[in-house]
């Protein structure tokens, strides 16, 4: 019997290494997969895109808020995989009854590496944890190294519409804004994802730059207009919302595509 605890504090007791899997978390089966548990992988999210051929090789078992109890039952997991955030309090209590649960909360990119490592624990992959460890670190001393000599710029990051929303503080978002030089002008405003009258935008910070993210909603070309003219000329940028919001292994492939955004940034 072994002793684990996850991100929330809950402790879990495993009599084995888990060989079968279900993934509550679209960023986490990516991990999973990329930590060489694929064939342990039983059920995941209908919103588990990375890698693709798992949609058809996999169970789905509803959504991140909405899971389908009795497929998960069926499948019969020994741990199931979840998150502070893209899941409920509700979803996790409710799988307690049918296998542990370990929820991870990430914020920080060392949160993120505290997961990787302790899920390479659990399922006895320590040396493949320990190698996206490596690659994480060396990408992100990279990147530091690259930003170094960049201006800090006033952000915003838009997640919603109707009402619109954005990232705020205490979020992963926010973390890696933050390494970007980007600096959120919603991060002193309440809550995590705080709704926003884009009509104040000039004199709660006037951003110098427009982040749109692909997800959860898709923005198109006469949103990014509507809220430009609320800014004094703010550049405005679609960007691919994975590359903020997924952790895990996704890190690695966020490095490179900051870079890029940077370039893209004018006058910089």
């Known amino acids: 019997m072994k002793t684990y605890t996850d991100q929330i504090g809950n402790t879990i007791t495993l009599a084995a290494t888990p060989m079968r899997i279900v993934s509550l978390v679209p960023s986490q089966t990516e991990l999973l997969f990329d930590l060489g548990l694929e064939d342990r992988l039983v059920g995941i999210t209908k919103f588990c895109m990375h890698p693709y051929h798992l949609k058809s090789t996999k169970k789905i078992i509803g959504g991140t808020k909405k899971v389908h109890v009795e497929k998960i039952r069926l499948l019969q997991p020994d741990i199931i995989i979840a998150n502070k955030e893209e899941n409920t309090e509700e979803i996790v209590e409710a799988m307690k009854e049918i296998a542990p649960v370990w929820v991870s909360n990430i914020v920080t990119i060392e949160d993120n590496i505290e997961m990787i490592e302790e ?150």
């Open 119 to 268: 899920l390479g624990k659990i399922f006895a992959v320590r040396t493949s944890a320990r190698q996206w460890i490596d690659k994480i670190n060396f990408g992100l001393e990279d990147f530091k190294k690259f930003i170094s000599d960049k201006e800090v710029k006033r952000a915003a990051y838009f997640i919603w519409k109707n009402p619109y929303m954005v990232a705020g503080n205490d979020t992963f978002v926010n973390e890696l804004l933050k390494l970007n030089k980007l600096s959120n002008i919603y991060q002193a405003n309440e809550g995590r994802y705080p709704e926003v009258i884009v009509q104040k935008m000039k004199i709660q910070g006037d951003p110098q730059v427009l982040l749109l993210s692909s997800e959860p909603f898709p923005f198109k070309d006469e949103d990014a207009f509507e809220l430009g003219r609320h800014t004094h000329h703010a550049q405005t940028i679609f960007v691919d919302g994975e590359m903020f919001s997924w952790y895990g292994s996704r890190l690695v492939k966020a490095f490179p595509y900051f870079k890029q955004l940077r370039d893209r940034l004018v006058n910089d």
